[in-house]
């Protein structure tokens, strides 16, 4: 029979440009909130992390905005480039007692040449 | 530094055969997490400990799947018996403190084919 898969959002940008890949929340009680990119054959590798008291953090090339008030987070990256094509994660904590972690379903983000 | 180590990278067996994942964290962190990633369901946490203690196994799908962790430097996801909808790529992850809002950080899987 037909299977059905996750349907992933994608993001086609062109190289140079700068990327926002975004993901919204709903559990109002996380405070701490991650970026993953996963490529090709490997596992989700860690890009920037943020929490609550925060509302932008910057790394290298990249930058983490989080709007608490509207449960939305996104990942800015400025000069985009052939190697960041890969599949983005965001992840946000339970909250509590527990170090569980909610992953989103995920961004694909296409680097065109 | 190494990362989290995992084996075997590949896996393709039969069904009904006993499938046995290992996962090394990263030296000196206390929590493991062992997820499942599929097209259909996504990344799924299964089951993840602290200190050597499983805390949660709400993910764990059916009795045919047990998780330990002997030791704070290894441990192993275990199907027995494998079936054809167990097929999935397995990550471990691991982390520094409990409780901490520290990042998890993953293997690169284990990608499972049952036959």
């Known amino acids: 029979g037909e299977s059905v898969g996750l349907h992933l959002p994608t993001l086609s940008v062109q190289e140079g440009d700068n990327s926002i890949i975004n993901c919204a929340y709903s559990?109002?009680?996380?405070?701490?909130f991650i970026w993953y990119k996963q490529e090709s054959g490997k596992g989700p590798q860690f890009i920037i992390d943020?929490?609550?008291?925060?509302d932008k953090r910057q790394g290298q090339r990249v930058t983490v905005l989080l709007n608490k008030t509207v449960k939305h987070l996104s990942l800015q990256i400025a000069a985009t480039q052939p190697g960041d094509s890969a599949v983005y994660f965001c992840?946000?904590?339970?909250?509590?007692?527990?170090?569980?972690?909610?992953f989103g379903t995920g961004t694909l983000l296409a680097v065109q040449p | 530094d190494a990362g989290v180590i995992q084996s075997p990278r590949h896996e393709v067996t039969e069904m009904g055969q006993e499938v046995t994942l290992r996962c090394k964290p990263i030296?000196?962190?206390?929590?493991l997490f062992w997820y499942r990633q599929t097209m259909m369901r996504g990344l799924e946490l299964l089951i993840y400990?602290?200190?050597?203690?499983?805390?949660?196994d709400s993910g764990m799908p059916e009795d045919r799947f047990s998780a330990k962790m002997p030791n704070a430097s290894f441990s192993t996801l275990k199907i027995q018996p494998s079936e054809p909808r167990d097929s999935a790529v397995y990550f471990c992850?691991?982390?520094?403190?409990?409780?901490?809002?520290?990042?998890?950080?993953f293997g690169d899987g284990t990608r499972l084919s049952i036959l």
């Open positions: 992850a691991s982390s520094p403190r409990v409780l901490s809002n520290q990042p998890q950080h």
């Open positions: 559990n109002s009680a996380s405070d701490y």
């Open positions: 943020i929490r609550s008291n925060m």
């Open positions: 992840a946000g904590n339970y909250g509590g007692a527990t170090n569980k972690l909610i």
């Open positions: 030296s000196g962190h206390n929590s």
């Open positions: 400990f602290n200190n050597n203690v499983p805390i949660d």
